[in-house]
């Protein structure tokens, strides 16, 4: 066993600990500063398949922007999460299924012979001048053109979904039409209304002057 695989094996459990952790944890902040850890542990483990650009990416918009945005509203946004965790054993059961299943798929796939894990050997040094993101444009614009093309549209329906949950009326929420604004005239907004002039007031008698001084 050389530095590489032992270094795989502490990243790999490490990341594992830290998922088990993300919807363990009670505190949602703690939560989230072992997500941060799990992509850092990740991105581990793709600098040890030599793919430097997906390791830096994976840090710079996870980390860097996603993590962030996440903890800024957790930390200022007061969310009752002890409502969301609300049915957490209860759906235990079924989670823990699908977990199953999906152990037990990973490890028919790492243990079929196309695998090739038991004729393993560490893959050859890469050129000075190679290009992670040369190499990544080709196999994602050839090879696995169509999974990509799928993802594309899975995330383009999550993003349409999003956009209609949010955009749905609610009796709690105001709303402004914006045509209506435009449309609005001078005698919308203000109106005129004649009056009568007011009476002059009486002059005051000699008594009620005299008491006032």
Same mark, same amino acid.
């Given at each position: 066993m050389n530095f590489e695989t032992v270094v795989f094996y502490v990243l790999s459990a490490i990341l594992v600990l830290a998922g088990l952790r993300v919807i363990t944890a009670k505190n949602p902040v703690h939560a989230a500063l072992f997500l941060v850890l799990a992509f850092f542990t990740s991105a581990g483990l793709w600098l040890l398949m030599q793919a430097e650009f997906l390791a830096i990416t994976l840090v710079l918009v996870y980390v860097g922007a996603v993590m962030v945005l996440f903890l800024f509203v957790v930390m200022m946004l007061d969310v009752n999460f002890e409502q969301l965790r609300e049915g957490f054993w209860r759906n235990l059961p079924m989670a823990g299924t699908v977990a199953l299943i999906m152990v037990g798929e990973m490890a028919l796939i790492l243990m079929s012979p196309e695998a090739k894990l038991g +004729?393993?050997? @560490? =893959?050859? !040094?890469? =050129? @000075?001048? @190679? +290009?992670?993101?040369?190499?990544?444009?080709?196999?994602?614009? &050839? &090879?696995?053109l169509l999974p990509f093309e799928l993802a594309s549209v899975v995330l383009l329906?999550? #993003? *349409? =979904?999003?956009? =209609?949950? &949010? #955009?749905?009326?609610?009796?709690?929420?105001? &709303?402004?039409? !914006?045509?209506?604004? *435009?449309?609005?005239?001078r005698n919308d907004r203000v109106r005129i209304v004649k009056m009568d002039a007011e009476k002059p007031a009486k002059p005051e008698t000699g008594d009620a002057a005299e008491q006032q001084a």
């Open positions: +004729s393993y050997h @560490a =893959a050859a !040094p890469l =050129a @000075a001048d @190679a +290009s992670n993101v040369k190499e990544l444009g080709r196999q994602l614009y &050839t &090879t696995y329906v999550g #993003m *349409v =979904a999003a956009i =209609a949950l &949010t #955009m749905r009326k609610r009796k709690d929420n105001k &709303t402004v039409n !914006p045509g209506l604004q *435009v449309k609005v005239r």
